[in-house]
């Protein structure tokens, strides 16, 4: 492991998928103003999978949900590719969250009178060049479980049907935050593995906030967060398996 800047890239990928600089956020309620974003310059390469560690309040999800455009920043830019996210209307920057990137969060947001495969198909019913719901639930290992609704599944099957949903529209991007959160170390590590196989199978680009420092092993890069700004980014040159983390 070695540090690098914030900007230093995966050598032999296939260019950035990411970059943004001087990005800042001021949420403001009220009197009160908190500087969520402290100038954040950052590179993230196409294919890579970066783990965001840090302590509560320090920014992860302020960045990532910018990054997703679920939110906008006050001050900076943002680049995906050669689309320019700061300044973009907001229907181009819809269309741009529809396309390219896949949602995951904590709770699994699973429709319970839907199946898994329904929940999966709500995706795939909307997206330009879905994969079939089915093979997506194979992807994660729930093949066999298409026709079984939330209840009837564990809490990690239930979020493997969630990345399921998240993949089936072939986004470029994966955004996770705390995706392992409410689960045990064993069945989070499945999770972790669909995730690694959703990067490894299909290329996708993948960004996992985390409490657990554990699960920064499996990443190409690790971004410490600390009041609002990257404080450190490690550059891991031999990642493990999801299957070899435990917590
Ligand atoms: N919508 C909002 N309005 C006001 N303040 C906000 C809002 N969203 C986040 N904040 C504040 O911005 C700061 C950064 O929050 P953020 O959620 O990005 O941190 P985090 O590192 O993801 O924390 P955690 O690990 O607890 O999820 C915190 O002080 C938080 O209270």
């Known amino acids: 492991m070695h540090e690098g800047s914030a900007l230093a890239m995966k050598t032999g990928g296939t260019g950035a998928a990411f970059s943004g600089k001087g990005l800042r956020k001021i949420y403001v309620t009220g009197e009160t103003e908190v500087h969520a974003l402290r100038g954040v310059d950052l590179a993230i390469e196409a294919g890579e999978i970066v783990v965001l560690l840090g302590p509560s309040g320090s920014g992860k999800s302020t960045l990532l949900n910018i990054i997703g455009g679920l939110d906008r920043p006050t001050e900076g830019e943002l680049f995906y590719r050669d689309l320019r996210l700061t300044g973009m209307p ?23 009178s839907l199946t898994a495969e329904e929940n999966v198909r709500l995706v795939t019913d909307i997206a330009d060049e879905p994969m079939d719901a089915l093979d997506a639930l194979e992807l994660v290992g729930l093949g066999e479980r298409a ?47 669909t995730l690694e196989r959703a990067n490894r199978e299909l290329g996708t680009t993948v960004l996992i906030i985390t409490h657990n420092a554990g699960i920064a092993a499996m990443a190409d890069r690790v971004l410490h967060f600390l009041d609002g700004q990257i404080a450190r980014v490690v550059e891991n040159e031999n990642t ?8």
């Open 90 to 112: 907001e229907s181009e920057l819809t269309r741009y969250r529809r396309e390219n990137i896949g949602f995951i969060f904590q709770f699994y947001n699973l429709i319970p």
């Open 147 to 193: 026709q079984h609704y939330p209840a009837q599944l564990s809490g990690g099957e239930q979020q493997r049907v969630a990345v399921a949903r998240a993949i089936a529209k072939r986004p470029g991007v994966l955004l996770c935050d705390e995706p392992t959160g409410a689960l045990d170390s064993a069945t989070g590590v499945r999770v972790l593995e």
């Open 240 to 247: 493990i398996e999801p299957g070899e983390i435990s917590w």
